[in-house]
Structure formats: C-alpha cells, structure tokens
C-alpha cells in the first residue's frame, strides 16, 4: 500500500508533512541545563512552558536510554538541579503550577510577556532569590509570593497592579523592590516591615500619599516617587536615616519636604509647584550635593543657600527667578549651576566683586582668569543664561574669538591648574583641540559648540572624567567607537550637526542621562538598544527624519523628556505630541502587538 493513503483514501499533503516535530526546547538546552543549572529561554516565542523544562529535574533524560557509558564527560545521573530559569520576552499568557517541580530554583524571571496571573505554585519555590515579573499584564499579586522567604530582589513595573498585598512585609530579606509604572493608588501600611529594603521605586503611578510606616525603612538608599499624585512628604520619612537619593519629579509638591536625612546627597524635585525655598528646608539638607528644582515657579533663592555647603550642581532651569544673592558666589564646592529659562534682568554687582580675601592680589588675579567670579551671559529667547562657575572649579575659556587655534599660551598657563571646565565654543576650530588632553585627570565639562568641526577624535576618549559635552552647530555626521570607555559621561548635546543616523556608540554609553540630537537627519533609532540606558531621562529627538517611530520607544521606561516634534512621521499624531512625554509613551506603549 502506499504510503499516501490512509483508510482508502489519498491525503495530497502527506509527501510535505514530517512524521515527528521537533521539541520546542532543543535537547542540547535541555541537557546543558542539567550540567549548568542555568536555562535560558528568553527570546524563543514560546507561548507556554514545555514539560521537558518544568520536568527537568524529574524525568530521566533521553541520553540515559542511548548512552549507558561510564564516561566521565556524560554521567547524566549527576546532574545539577535547575536554579536560574529565565524565561523573558516570550508569548507567555499562563505559569504552570507545575512549576513547583523546580524548588531549586533561585532566579525566575518571566519579564516582557502576557501573564495575567501566576500559579499559587509560585510560593512553594522557597530557595527563589530574584523574580522579575516586569511587562506583562498581572492585575494582582498572588499571596503566595509574599512566602517567599529568601526573596531579595522583586522587580513587577509596567503592569496592571491597583494594590499590593498587606502581607508584604513577610518579604523580610527584600532589598529592591520595583512596582513603577502600575495602577497604584495606595500602598499597604505594612510596608515598612520590609526592614532589609535598599532600593524603592513607587515612579509612575496613582499615589496621593505615603503610609507613615515608610520611616521604618532605614536601610533605603534609593526611593522613587516620581510621576504620582503627591501634594506633600511625611515628615515621618525623616526616618529613612539610610537614604542618598530621593526623586519627586512630577508631582504636585508646593515645598521641599523638610526631611532631615543625614545622608541625602541627590534631591530630585523638578516638574513640581514649589514657589520658594525656606531656610528651614534648606537647613534639613547639609549633605546634599546634588539639589534638582528645575520647570518649578520659584522666585527667589534665600541668602541661607549658603548652608548647602556641600552642594555640586543645583539645576533652577524654567523657574521664575529675576535675581541671584551674592552668597551663592560663597558655596565652596558648586561647580554647575543651571538657570536658562529664567527672566533674570541683571546681575548684582556684588556677585561679581566677592572675593577670597586670604588671596594675595597677583593670586586672586590669577584665580580669577580660572575660577572663582567668572560670569559667562549670553542671550537666548530673550532669556538671560547665567552660568557659574565657583571657587573649585577651575575654568579655561577662549569663546567667540573667531580663532581657528587654541593658543599654546592658554594651555601653558593653566599647566599647574585642575582644569574642571574648558569654553572653546563660538570659533571656527575644525578638529579638537590636541592639547586638552593635558586636563585629563581633572576635566568633566567641554563645549566646543559654533566651531566647523568635521569629526569627533577618538583623542576626546583620553578625558576619562568627561561628564558633559556639547558640540551643537558644527558639522559632526558621527562619533568615534571609543567614546564607549566614557563611563562617567552624562549629557551629551549633538544638536544642528549633519547626523543622518543616531550614532551608533551612545547605544553602549550606559551613563547617559540627556541626549539633544535635534535638528539633524535622523531617520530611525532603536528602541530594543536604548532601553539599555536604564539611566536615559532625556531624549530631543526634534526636527529629524524620523518617518516612524516605533512603539517599543514606549518601554523605554527611564525616558521623563522625550521630544519628537517637527519630524514627517504621521503616528502620533500632533495632538498626542502636544500632550508631552507621558502621553506619548502612553500611546506608543498601546500601539505594541499583543
């Protein structure tokens, strides 16, 4: 008979059909996890979990029939249990309760699917260190989690969660907790039992306020509160003695909390109603150093700034300050001071006098060249730019000149100084000057912005302390590769340039924190790479030739400016750009497949 009938009849596909299916998880897989203890399965579009994984450990594996050698290599009855499953990016929609035939397991992770719930099971993988449940569809936390008694890291952001369970605080060895970009509008009063808790993030929710029980944290370093519905702090969080970094970015705060956290050193407070600073607030602030107020409606600053004595940067950009107190010329350790946005009518004339009288005439001479009173204004929009530049911080400036060199006198005079920041903006230098590398050990700030620079030298990778540059307006169509060794670079300015592609090293900067590229040629990024800068808050991508752009920019969670205006593409539409960031991440986010 032949082998294209079945029961008289002829099935005209048989000849294109195979006999036996392949397994959705190749057999080497399988057996390597059996030696390793690691499986990794992200990325596979599997829409469920195979047995052959949940049975890993219980089924005697195939090779055990073929092989029955004693080789060392192949002892297959020595097999190590599962302990690290990662099962992200998937088409996910259910966990089987099998899933408790893997007690060994210490890391779960099922980020980027569709699971909409989890199997009671869960609870019974007691040995579970890491679970990350972040991108799916869960509107609820099962119970059973919270019995995980070894859990240190629970990652659940981008979900559907309105509440979490109040038995929380079982999780006692929990040292980051994650539930950002949720449905949240409360949060259990038992959450200050999670006493081993280093980093919080509550960003992106409903919240209109915190439990008390939030004081009890006194081992959180880092918390979130961003982009909630926060009119005011408890002044019980004062307790969270541990605390170093506290953002409240996009909120509705009308004051700085006074919160007197003896390690606070980064306040992240912009985007809020803060309409003035009291010299109480300030006073609870002694080791801050990093001090955000930006896009507020603050008038004026106190003569009591001066108790921030241990402040670097203090970014007052888009407030509504006309005039600056002479004392902030008296912060010993400010090296960056931000105000563009501001309707400042002039300067004090004291600001430009004060002086450090211990200095012997031909030393505060000298000192004034570098540092110390240096004030830079320039005009934009009608707003007066100010920036700053205080007594530590050494300064080297050749702007507007005109000059197609950097004179060998300036270098050779600021030979014995820690320069921190060198102007050469507003020339018509065509490469980068070659002896800035001489400020190697010292210099984080660079602009040489209004030159005709033509390329970027690989030279600009030997400032290993660069944390900003700008090269606006010159004629740059790409980045050297070896700027990826900038590990402390955070802004990076590239606009009105002749990119036609977004370069491809800033994808491998993980220290970036603002990108500006408008006003170039752009014509697509990539999402799945950027979300890779987990610290990337702001992104201009404005006035390019972006003809799409690709919902997966949405899951770029980190993104709080994203500027998309004056490009061809259709999707969003304007109307949905107006609205701002949120609504447009919102929008792209919706726009995913499902």
């Not at 998937?90 to 980027?112: F, G, V």
């Not at 059973?144 to 060895?173: A, F, H």
């Not at 984080?444 to 307006?473: G, Y």
């Amino acid at each position: 008979m032949s082998r294209f009938r079945k029961a008289g009849k002829v099935d005209s596909l048989a000849g294109f059909r195979t006999e036996k299916t392949e397994p959705a998880v190749p057999s080497g897989l399988l057996r390597g996890a059996r030696k390793s203890g690691q499986l990794n399965l992200s990325g596979r579009g599997l829409a469920e979990v195979p047995q052959s994984v949940y049975r890993l450990n219980v089924d005697t594996p195939e090779e055990a029939q073929q092989n029955v050698s004693f080789g060392a290599s192949d002892r297959w009855w020595e097999q190590t249990d599962l302990t690290k499953l990662l099962l992200s990016s998937n088409l996910l929609t259910q966990l089987s309760e099998d899933i408790r035939l893997l007690p060994a397991l210490t890391t779960l992770d099922l980020h980027d699917n569709q699971l909409s719930s989890l199997p009671s099971a869960v609870g019974e993988l007691q040995e579970l260190q890491q679970l990350r449940l972040s991108h799916n569809k869960l509107t609820t936390l099962p119970v059973e989690v919270c019995t995980l008694k070894n859990l240190r890291s629970l990652t659940i952001q981008q979900n559907l969660l309105e509440s979490l369970p109040d038995e929380l605080e079982q999780l006692q060895n929990l040292t980051e907790l994650d539930v950002s970009s949720n449905h949240l509008k409360g949060l259990p009063s038992g959450l200050g039992g999670l006493t081993c808790l280093q980093k919080l993030n509550l960003c992106d929710n409903k919240l209109s306020c915190l439990p008390d029980s939030m004081a009890q944290l006194k081992n959180v370093k880092m918390l979130d509160c961003s982009q909630n519905e926060l009119t005011d702090i408890p002044a019980s969080l004062s307790g969270m003695l541990a605390l170093e970094q506290l953002y409240l970015r996009h909120n509705k705060l009308c004051r700085i909390p006074p919160l007197p956290a003896p390690a606070l050193k980064e306040l992240y407070a912009g985007n809020n109603q803060i309409e003035q600073l009291e010299s109480e607030q300030l006073t609870c602030l002694a080791a801050i150093s990093l001090l955000e107020l930006r896009d507020n409606k603050i008038k004026t600053l106190p003569e009591q700034i001066t108790l921030l004595n241990k402040l670097t940067r203090l970014d007052l950009t888009n407030n509504d300050i006309t005039t600056l107190p002479a004392s902030i010329s008296l912060l010993p350790n400010l090296k960056v001071l931000l105000l563009e946005g501001n309707p400042l009518r002039g300067i004090r004339r004291d600001l430009l006098t004060v002086s450090d009288t211990s200095k012997t005439p031909t030393e505060h001479a000298q000192k004034t060249v570098f540092d110390t009173n240096l004030l830079l204004l320039r005009s934009s929009k009608s707003v007066c730019v100010c920036v700053f530049v205080c007594a530590c911080a050494c300064m080297c400036v050749f702007s507007e000149k005109q000059a197609g060199a950097i004179p060998d006198e300036l270098f050779d005079a600021a030979a014995d100084q820690s320069i921190t920041t060198v102007n050469f903006s507003k020339n018509l230098l065509t490469a980068i000057p070659p002896r800035m590398v001489e400020f190697h050990s010292s210099l984080a700030d660079v602009n040489l912005s209004f030159n005709k620079l033509t390329c970027c030298s690989p030279d600009i990778c030997k400032l290993p302390q660069l944390t900003h540059i700008d090269l606006r307006n010159n004629q740059l169509a790409d980045l050297p590769s070896e700027m990826k060794h900038l590990l402390k670079l955070r802004s990076i300015i590239l606009s009105y340039n002749r990119f036609k592609s977004f370069p491809e090293v800033l994808y491998q900067i993980s220290s970036l924190e603002t990108v500006l590229i408008a006003n170039n040629q752009v014509g697509g990024v990539d999402p799945s790479r950027l979300k890779n800068l987990v610290h990337l808050s702001t992104l201009d991508l404005s006035n390019n030739d972006l003809l799409n752009i690709p919902p997966e920019l949405g899951l770029c969670s980190s993104l709080r400016c994203l500027s998309l205006e004056g490009n061809p593409f259709r999707t969003p539409r304007a109307a949905i750009v107006a609205k701002g960031t949120d609504a447009v991440l919102e929008y792209l986010r919706s726009r995913i497949p499902t």
